[in-house]
């Protein structure tokens, strides 16, 4: 079980911020990988978030290879100029290296919409 499928239990994570700021530490620990994924934007101005903690070896390298897919080095697209569009804010901390991206909706496709849906399902 993730650390997200058991703060679930107790009520919805999307009024409650990440997982990870409220227990008051953004490091993951040894051999562990959290994902944080943000939405922003929109009519309404909900701002939900998703968590996953991953701790198994076995599930750590799956998720690492969907993480490394995403093209972190590439130009990020531009945000502005799209009023009410999402933009997802994507963060990955291991316990020596972090990885931050602000994606908007008109480019989360490929690898950065199959993390996004996958950090989604884990934390239901």
Known sequence: M????????????ADRGPALHERGSDAAPR???????????????????????????KDVDSWLSLVESCPWDA???GIGGEPDRFVYTIRVLQPDHERDARVPERALDG?????VARVKDASR
């Open 31 to 57: 051999g562990a990988l959290r994902i944080t994924v943000s939405r922003t934007g929109g009519v309404a101005g909900l701002a939900p978030h998703w968590s996953v903690m991953v701790t198994e070896e």
């Open 2 to 13: 993730t650390d997200q499928q058991q703060d679930d239990r107790d009520g919805d994570v």
């Open 75 to 77: 130009p990020a697209p």
């Open 111 to 115: 690898p950065w919409a199959d993390l």
